[in-house]
């Protein structure tokens, strides 16, 4: 898919000590959706129009440091939390949404749903475990298996580095990544992966996007023995999780979500990697569809992928 077939209309917002860029298609229930690393707004290229065709108001951020969204912290979960419910606010209509995460978004999703649930109707998750098992597998509990898949966690707490290799020989890592965390690969052609490239080389990003790992590790390790709570979810909640994830191990980081989310369904995808919602469109697609108009009495077309 090329970035001009996607017909969306482009906005910037001035929040709270940050300026947001976000994309917006359709119109109905509002539903935010929140991308992960190393990606921007373009990670839901393949959910935007099936989304809006259905009858929802789609809205995806550039996430704080990335993109076009100013690139400077905090990148703590409070904060990415707040940026998104600030974002709501300066939307207008109902204050209580769809909230749809991946991977680090889906981090801040879990973030907003436990913490701040006056904003979150629904909560959609999407191959990122509850921060609170992450925490336990990596720093508490630890499972070593675990550790040794997030070993680029640790990589990235060295200065300079991380910032040089990503952003090299035209970003080249960028594909390599989403390539390699994928099983089936023809949703990343040159045209898909065109504008990560150009997104981690503005001014900055590498930097921000690294820093919300910076950040997580240096509060994680100043406070192994208090770890924050979290209140158990009470809205609807959905975890979707490609099972073969390089990075995260279903097995270790997904069992006792549910003290954290009593209503939660849990929807493996078996044979699809860490970018479940580009390698596997037409699932995600029907899952968030009907998870999300439950109750709305919009449409159940899922659109084309």
């Known amino acids: 898919m090329k970035l001009a077939d996607l017909a969306v209309t482009h906005h910037f917002v001035d929040l709270p000590r940050l300026r947001m860029h976000y994309v917006e298609k359709g119109s109905g229930p509002l539903v935010v959706l929140l991308h992960g690393f190393p990606e921007m707004w373009w990670s839901w290229r393949y959910q935007i129009e099936p989304l809006a065709q259905a009858g929802f108001r789609v809205v995806v951020p550039d996430q704080r440091g990335y993109g076009e969204t100013d690139k400077h912290g905090p990148y703590d979960l409070d904060t990415l939390a707040a940026d998104v419910c600030h974002l709501i606010e300066s939307l207008g209509g109902p204050k209580r949404v769809k909230i749809v995460g991946h991977d680090w978004g889906g981090a801040v999703a879990w973030h907003l749903a436990a913490h701040r649930p006056e904003h979150c109707e629904r909560v959609a998750i999407l191959n990122c475990p509850h921060p609170a098992l992450m925490r336990k597998a990596l720093l508490?509990?630890?499972?070593?298996?675990?550790?040794?898949?997030?070993?680029?966690?640790?990589?990235?707490?060295?200065?300079?580095?991380?910032?040089?290799?990503?952003?090299?020989?035209?970003?080249?890592?960028?594909?390599?990544?989403?390539?390699?965390?994928?099983?089936?690969?023809?949703?990343?052609?040159?045209?898909?992966?065109?504008?990560?490239?150009?997104?981690?080389?503005?001014?900055?990003?590498?930097?921000?996007?690294?820093?919300?790992?910076?950040?997580?590790?240096?509060?994680?390790?100043?406070?192994?023995?208090?770890?924050?709570?979290?209140?158990?979810?009470?809205?609807?909640?959905?975890?979707?999780?490609?099972?073969?994830?390089?990075?995260?191990?279903?097995?270790?980081?997904?069992?006792?979500?549910?003290?954290?989310?009593?209503?939660?369904?849990?929807?493996?995808?078996?044979?699809?990697?860490?970018?479940?919602?580009?390698?596997?469109?037409?699932?995600?697609?029907?899952?968030?569809?009907?998870?999300?108009?439950?109750?709305?009495?919009?449409?159940?077309?899922?659109?084309?992928?």
């Not at 158990?232 to 073969?244: D, H, N, Q, V, Y």
């Open 140 to 305: 508490s509990n630890v499972s070593w298996r675990q550790v040794k898949k997030s070993w680029y966690m640790f990589f990235f707490q060295l200065p300079f580095l991380p910032e040089y290799f990503m952003t090299r020989n035209d970003a080249e890592l960028m594909p390599r990544t989403l390539r390699a965390a994928s099983v089936d690969r023809t949703h990343w052609t040159e045209d898909d992966v065109r504008p990560f490239r150009d997104a981690v080389q503005r001014p900055g990003a590498a930097s921000g996007m690294v820093g919300w790992y910076r950040e997580a590790l240096r509060s994680g390790f100043s406070r192994p023995l208090s770890p924050p709570r979290y209140p158990p979810i009470t809205s609807e909640a959905l975890l979707i999780w490609g099972k073969r994830d390089p990075a995260l191990d279903f097995d270790i980081v997904v069992p006792g979500s549910e003290q954290y989310a009593p209503r939660l369904r849990i929807m493996p995808i078996e044979g699809a990697g860490h970018f479940v919602q580009s390698e596997r469109p037409d699932e995600v697609n029907g899952a968030l569809l009907q998870f999300l108009r439950a109750g709305d009495g919009v449409s159940t077309s899922t659109g084309t992928s």
